[in-house]
T-cell receptor, first 117, second 113 residues
Framework: GAGVSQSPSNKVTEKGKDVELRCDPI?????LYWYRQRLGQGLEFLIY????????KSGLPSDRFSAERTGESVSTLTIQRTQQEDSAVYLC???????????????FGPGTRLTVL | KQEVTQIPAALSVPEGENLVLNCSFT??????LQWFRQDPGKGLTSLLL?????REQTSGRLNASLDKSSGRSTLYIAASQPGDSATYLC????????????FGKGTKLTVNP
């Protein structure tokens, strides 16, 4: 079946502009994560959605970052007033469930490479 | 705060060798641990998931072990092939809240024909 998809695959923007990144999780997956990977660094957690629960935003680096998810489908990550240090690959992952009874494999999309000039 | 270390950072081996990649983590309160491979310009591919109650998982030529109390996991690759060349990432899922994955910087593996 279809995996996690992300768009755009590449985004080049000027410092100060806003960008919006999209993630389509695997159908039926209730949990969705955003991570980012800066050059030479490991992946960093940004935000987590699980069903209708309040999202875990503890990884967002500043208030310029926000994310939304519509039900159990598409999610968008928005970065306002982009800075050069925001340049990274932004990865989305989904899993069937993350509950007290069950923890499942996270499946990753191909990522969006963001370059802020 | 969970910290993950992977050793070695890079490894180059001839085709056919068996090899071991090491992962250590500082907080043993994990729900599970996943091993991924990352190919250049691509996303992550999940290889194995070990629940905290398990000691090992096997898939084909891959075997991953977990010693939660000592904060260690190893990924064993048997009979390595050039197609195994990639960066391998270890990611424990910490308890509490979102069970987000915490990643190491990975081991870059090159298998030479």
């Amino acid at each position: 079946g279809a995996g996690v998809s992300q768009s755009p695959s590449n985004k080049v923007t000027e410092k100060g502009k806003d960008v919006e990144l999209r993630c389509d999780p695997i159908s039926g997956h209730t949990a969705l994560y955003w991570y980012r990977q800066r050059l030479g660094q490991g992946l960093e957690f940004l935000i987590y959605f699980q069903g209708n629960s309040a999202p875990d935003k503890s990884g967002l680096p500043s208030d310029r970052f926000s994310a939304e998810r519509t039900g159990e489908s598409v999610s968008t990550l928005t970065i306002q007033r982009t800075q050069q240090e925001d340049s990274a690959v932004y990865l989305c992952a989904s899993s069937l469930s993350q509950t007290s009874e069950r923890r499942d494999t996270q499946y990753f999309g191909p990522g969006t490479r963001l370059t802020v000039l | 705060k969970q910290e993950v270390t992977q050793i070695p950072a890079a490894l180059s081996v001839p085709e056919g060798e068996n090899l071991v990649l090491n992962c250590s983590f500082t907080d043993s309160a994990i729900y599970n641990l996943q091993w991924f491979r990352q190919d250049p310009g691509k996303g992550l591919t999940s290889l194995l998931l070990i629940q905290s109650s398990q000691r090992e998982q096997t898939s084909g030529r891959l075997n991953a072990s977990l010693d939660k109390s000592s904060g260690r996991s190893t990924l064993y690759i048997a009979a390595s092939q050039p197609g195994d060349s990639a960066t391998y990432l270890c990611a424990p899922s910490s308890q509490g809240g979102s069970e987000k994955l915490v990643f190491g910087k990975g081991t870059k593996l090159t298998v030479n024909p």
